[in-house]
C-alpha cells in the first residue's frame, strides 16, 4: 500500500501556506523551502508567513525549513510544488538531487513559460518522473478561505489511483473534501484556462458590464474550455464537475481572484505594468494567456476569450474595442 511518507512544501506564497497548514495538521511535520532566508528567519520568529496569510500561525518547531532546495527534495519523499509557474524552472536549475523517484505534487496554476508545458508534462519530460507518481491538486478553492477553514472542496489527480487516494487521506478534513480524478492533464490545462477566463469576467466587470453579461460570458467559457480540452487530452470527462467548472466560477466571480482583480484593472484604464506593480502579487493568467495562445497555434482551437484577452494584454488592443467584438459573438 502506497504511503506519501515524509511531505515537503516547495514555495512560500499564499497557496503554499495554505496547503501546509492542511498537511501539517495531518502529518505534525513538514520539511518547506523558501528562496529567501530573512523570510525564513522572520517566519520562525513570528509564527506565520511574514508575507503571505499572515493570519495562519503555525507552531514552527514541526517545520524544518531550509533555502537549499536540495536538501529538502533529498530528506522528503512526496514534494508539493506551489511556485509561480515563471519560476519553476529557476528553483528547478538548483537541483543537484534525482527527483525522478520521488512522488511529485504539483499545484502550480499554470504553464512552464518558452516550454508551453503544464507541470507534470515538464517534470515528465525533463526530469524522467513518470506519470504515476506525478499528481495535481485542483480546486474550486482560494487560499484565503481555505486558510480560514471555510468548507473547500479538493481534487486529486494522478493516473495512479491509489497514490491520488493516499494523497487526499492528507488533505481530507471537516472542512476539506476531497476526491480523486485520474485527468491530470485535463485538470492542470483547465486551471490555467480558468485564470485566462476570470482576467476576461474582470476587464468585463471594469468595463461596466453587467451580471447577466458576466453568466454569459461564463457559459461560453466553460464551452470552449471544452473544446480544448477534448482537443489535447481527449478522454471521458463531464466538464460539470467542480475542478473544471466549479474552479472556473469561483476564479472568475470571487473578490479573492488574483486574476479577476488584475483583469478589473485592465478594464478600467491600467496598463499591464501598473497593474502588475499595484497588486503586488502573480496573476499567473496573464502568462498563461500567452503560452494558451502559443499552444493553440498547434492545436486550431476556436477559442475566441482566449484570443480577446491576448489581444488586450499582448496586442495592447482597447478592451473597449475587443470585448466589443467578443459580445457579438456570443450567442
Not at 525533463?126 to 474550486?140: E, F, Q, R, T
Request: proline residues 3%; contains cysteine.
Amino acid at each position: 500500500m502506497f504511503s506519501c511518507g515524509k511531505i515537503a512544501i516547495i514555495g512560500g506564497g499564499s497557496w503554499a501556506t495554505a496547503i501546509a497548514k492542511i498537511v501539517i495538521g495531518h502529518t505534525n511535520h513538514i520539511g518547506w523551502y523558501m528562496r529567501r532566508d530573512d523570510r525564513i528567519e522572520d517566519f520562525k520568529r513570528l509564527g506565520h508567513n511574514p508575507a503571505y496569510l499572515t493570519s495562519v500561525h503555525f507552531n514552527t518547531d514541526e517545520i524544518y525549513f531550509s533555502s537549499d532546495i536540495n536538501r529538502i527534495v533529498e530528506a522528503y519523499d512526496t514534494l508539493v510544488f506551489v511556485t509561480p509557474s515563471p519560476y519553476l524552472k529557476n528553483h528547478l536549475r538548483k537541483l543537484k538531487t534525482r527527483i525522478s523517484d520521488k512522488f511529485i505534487v504539483t499545484a502550480i496554476k499554470g504553464v512552464v513559460p518558452d516550454e508551453n508545458l503544464v507541470c507534470s508534462e515538464y517534470f515528465h519530460e525533463v526530469y524522467d518522473v513518470p506519470y504515476n507518481n506525478l499528481a495535481c491538486i485542483g480546486g474550486p478553492s482560494h487560499a484565503e478561505e481555505v486558510a480560514m477553514e471555510r468548507l473547500s472542496y479538493l481534487t486529486v489527480g494522478c493516473s495512479d489511483v491509489e497514490k491520488a487516494k493516499a494523497f487526499t487521506d492528507v488533505l481530507s478534513s471537516s472542512v476539506i473534501k476531497t476526491k480523486t480524478s485520474s485527468d491530470v492533464i485535463g485538470i492542470e490545462y483547465s486551471s490555467v484556462l480558468k485564470n485566462v477566463y476570470a482576467i476576461a469576467a474582470g476587464i468585463c466587470a471594469g468595463l461596466n458590464y453587467g451580471d447577466n453579461f458576466q453568466a454569459v460570458l461564463m457559459s461560453n467559457a466553460v464551452q470552449e474550455m471544452s473544446r480544448f480540452l477534448t482537443t489535447i487530452h481527449p478522454i471521458e470527462r463531464s466538464i460539470y464537475d467542480s475542478v473544471y467548472l466549479g474552479d472556473l466560477l469561483v476564479t472568475g466571480y470571487s473578490n479573492f481572484s488574483r486574476n479577476r482583480s488584475f483583469g478589473a484593472m485592465i478594464g478600467k484604464g491600467y496598463s499591464v505594468k501598473s497593474a502588475q506593480i499595484e497588486m503586488e502579487m502573480i496573476a499567473e493568467g496573464y502568462f498563461g494567456t500567452k503560452c494558451m495562445k502559443e499552444i493553440n497555434r498547434h492545436q486550431h482551437v476556436n477559442m475566441p476569450i482566449l484570443d480577446a484577452v491576448y489581444n488586450i494584454l499582448y496586442e495592447h488592443i482597447s478592451p473597449q474595442v475587443e470585448i466589443k467584438l467578443l459580445t457579438d459573438s456570443f450567442r
